[in-house]
């Protein structure tokens, strides 16, 4: 999302180096897509890092081998314009838009009338602002051994098979925001009934789907199917759960999830969804109020991002004395379980509470579950938490391992070395802090321990060598660089990756910039074929490619889906969405033959730039946030 990119970092964690000359010195390094992007760089060497039979050796030099290229299909021009376009190797078709009913006797939204559909509709439909997405499918104990979950095999970052459905499961996915002119019609909400539409508008979809002889389409009715809102009732887990923090004096039980943004899946199938910009539904309505630091450091205001739900809903008036603290129930990592539509979403304190963009899980050394999050704002931070044991102990012993572990961020040093930090009162220099003040005032813990300040860290994913890598979409307001981010100001923005000592579980790592933006552009010896900017949705499937969506301004045409082989560090373009539109979540069946992607607010709601997924522009439907189905025309797996 881009409409909060307002840095409300106060610190001055910003570790200048001089290494301007290094960044440039790596530019024009991918010509024609093949040369090696980290052949030029130097760093000493890390103990404990185990990088046996690696693409790379330990400063993150390219070991040379005969491999194919990962990405051959052609790629698709990118001229822009009101309707999407796709490699010719491929075809696309979309399903599930907003508003799709998902409840038997529900109807779908009108797209020539949007005003008419009001919130009883739209809680049991599909919400808007289509982001974050994890395919579940259905699995079946063909081997006897009792266990008919989806499984995924961690080590090699695929499916373990045990016979999972390519044609059938739950896909869940976020609803990030929607313009309020998109949603109701009108420009603000007018009373409690517009803003309960809005709100039905957000949260969360599950909702089964099934391929048919017509193509993949929703299950209705599916026992499966689901609406999470910011009204649903949900639970508070680990560290900060019965935080005084967490309580508001009236009492009021803790609900709702909002401006869900990236996502992450766990090893027992359940899939996790990531809270961003909250700040922005808030506002106060006594004008005497005074914001407190901590509300300021998460960018409250008096009016918001202007959705005006505090004018009718006094929750959502941080000047009102009974909701006091209803702030601090989001901005965290949510848990749902797509097999139990009755249980409620869990929020997982243990890891903190930031503008959650993404949440990438990996297998650490001893089976502790590892998870990497960006904190999508200029100048914040990538956090990493650690469980305290193995996971399918703590499992076995009743606890999420998503509850004890150990929360750290990042300190990217100009040597190319970084370090995790701890937050928690165990590092002395939050001795005088409690857990439950580190967890739910992350930001401030994370200022006071002297993290490195990042250009907006979005989507972090696992690459096929466990390396880790983070979009960090643009900075348009840096004014010094440092080696992290090495470009001030970060117009197009970059890639960073890393690779922990101990196999994700170390406080040590090192890093590299994987590409920058910039580098990717004709003048700098790109190619049109695959330039890009503001690199923002990322997932690694398991053979070394690299999707990476975008959400900004790009060199040519309109957001797009570039497909990356991390291998050779070639590029080429997949997919182009359409006018005023974000690239956002990715997935894929267990076969990885059909690919689901996020095409986000199309034209901005505006349908004289395009009527999606109706063909063109100027029509009089609305366009429509929707899924977006990938397949290779030979069958192949996606990317290839
Ligand atoms: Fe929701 Fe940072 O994109
Ligand atoms: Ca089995
Ligand atoms: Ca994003």
Redesign the pocket.
């Known amino acids: ?2 409409v909060d990119d307002q840095p409300s970092n106060p610190t001055d964690n910003r570790p200048f180096v001089d290494v301007l000359g290094t960044a440039i010195s790596r530019r024009n390094v991918m010509k024609g897509g093949a040369a090696a992007a980290a052949t030029l760089f130097i760093a000493p060497h890390v103990a404990n890092a185990d990088y046996s039979g690696d693409d790379y050796d330990e400063n993150w030099n390219r070991i040379p081998g005969s491999r194919n290229s990962r990405v051959r299909f052609e790629p698709t021009p990118n001229p822009g314009g009101p309707d999407p376009m796709i490699s010719p190797d491929y075809e696309y078709t979309s399903i599930i838009p907003w508003g799709t009913p998902l409840f038997p006797g529900v109807p779908e939204i009108d797209p020539t009338d949007v005003a008419s559909n009001g919130s009883a509709n739209q809680e049991q439909q599909v919400g808007i602002g289509h ?1 974050g997405i994890w395919f579940f499918p259905d699995v079946e104990d063909t081997d006897g051994d009792g266990n008919d979950d989806w499984k995924h095999n961690w080590d090699r970052r695929d499916w373990d098979y045990d016979d999972p459905s390519n044609t059938n499961g739950v896909l869940c996915l976020n609803h ?2 929607g313009f309020t002119s998109h949603v109701l019609g009108k420009p603000a909400p007018e009373n409690l009934e517009d803003v309960r539409t809005m709100q039905a508008a957000h949260g969360v979809t599950c909702v089964e789907i099934a391929k048919g002889e017509d193509g993949w389409k929703e299950v209705v009715p599916s026992s499966r199917n689901r609406r999470i809102t910011p009204n649903t009732p949900v639970e508070f887990t680990g560290p900060a759960a019965g935080s005084p923090l967490l309580e508001t004096p009236s009492g009021s039980e803790p609900a709702g999830t909002l ?1 869900n ?2 996502s992450g899946y766990t090893p027992w199938g359940t899939y996790l969804t990531c809270e ?2 909250f700040n922005g539904y808030y506002g106060y309505t006594d004008e005497a109020y005074e914001v407190t630091p901590e509300q300021e450091r998460y960018g409250f205001t008096a009016g918001g991002f202007g959705y005006g739900w505090y004018q009718f809903d006094e929750r959502w008036d941080i000047s009102n004395p009974n909701s006091k603290n209803d702030e601090n129930r989001f901005g965290w990592i949510v848990e749902i379980d797509p097999n139990d539509p009755g249980a409620k979403p869990k929020k997982r304190t243990a890891l903190g509470r930031v ?1 959650h ?1 993404g949440c990438a899980i990996a297998i650490g050394r001893r089976g502790r579950v590892v998870a990497y999050m ?1 904190d ?1 704002q200029r100048f914040d931070y990538i956090y990493k938490f650690v469980s305290a044991g193995h996971w399918q102990t703590m499992l076995a012993e009743g606890k999420s391992p998503l509850d004890e572990g150990t929360l750290y961020v990042a300190r990217f040093d100009d040597d190319f070395t970084g370090e995790w930090l701890e937050l928690s009162p165990n590092n002395p220099v939050l001795a005088d802090w409690t857990l439950d003040e580190c967890l739910v005032y992350t930001r401030l813990a994370a200022d006071a321990v002297g993290a490195t300040p990042m250009d ?1 860290p ?2 972090t994913t696992i690459g096929r060598r466990q390396e880790v890598y983070c979009t960090l ?1 643009n900075n348009s307001r840096r004014t010094e660089a440092d080696a992290a981010n090495p470009q001030a100001p970060n117009l197009n923005g970059h890639i960073i990756r890393w690779r922990d000592t101990k196999r994700h579980t170390g406080t040590d790592f090192r890093w590299d910039i994987y590409v920058l933006s910039d580098d990717t552009l004709p003048e700098n010896g790109g190619d049109e074929s695959y330039s890009f900017a503001s690199p ?1 949705g990322l997932w690694a499937d398991p053979t070394g490619r690299l999707f990476i969506g975008t ?1 900004g301004r790009q060199p040519f045409g309109n957001n797009q889906l570039v497909v990356a082989d991390t291998r050779r560090d070639e590029f080429r373009r997949l997919f182009a969405g359409v006018d005023g539109d ?1 690239i ?1 979540g990715t997935t894929v069946t267990p076969d990885r033959r059909t690919m689901f992607i996020n095409m986000q607010h199309p034209g901005n709601g505006d349908p004289t730039r395009t009527n999606f997924p109706v063909p063109g522009a100027g029509g009089p439907e609305v366009p429509r946030d929707s899924t977006i189905v990938i397949t290779r025309k030979n069958g192949g797996t996606v990317g290839s």
């Open positions: 999302m881009s982001d990030e925001f401006n943004c990236g961003e910009n503008k963009e960006g999508d907006r979005e989507w979409t923002d959400d974000e956002t």
